[in-house]
């Protein structure tokens, strides 16, 4: 059974950086893609930035140039480096990862952003 195990969550002030952390519990090269989706309160979940296996990355228009996605193979982690952070980034944000032949998705159990104005 795949384990996604998030860290790095918390409380900052607008402007501020986070830095989010999922560590799989096998290979990150077993799944197609990695990375993280938010809900926020009231609304749907969307997703945030995604990382394929071949290193590709892609982002949500929202946070197009404020936040990073990458990775440490040799740790089976992803990493969301978020930048200049908005009230309106507030969220909870979950890591999922995407088996590679099947496409199952598992899930992190989620990890509170809150960036106060």
């Known amino acids: 059974q795949v384990q996604l195990v998030e860290s790095g969550g918390g409380l900052v002030q607008a402007g501020g950086s986070l830095r989010l952390s999922c560590a799989a519990s096998g290979s990150i090269f077993s799944f197609s893609n990695m990375g993280w989706y938010r809900q926020a309160i009231g609304k749907q979940r969307e997703l945030v930035a995604r990382i394929f296996s071949g290193g590709t990355t892609g982002y949500a228009d929202s946070v197009k140039g404020r936040f990073t996605i990458s990775r440490d193979s040799a740790k089976n982690t992803v990493f969301l480096q978020m930048n200049s952070l908005k009230p309106e980034d507030t969220a909870v944000y979950y890591c999922?990862?995407?088996?590679?032949?099947?496409?199952?998705?598992?899930w992190g159990q989620g990890t509170q952003v809150t960036v106060s104005s």
């Open positions: 999922y990862a995407t088996r590679s032949g099947d496409y199952v998705n598992y």
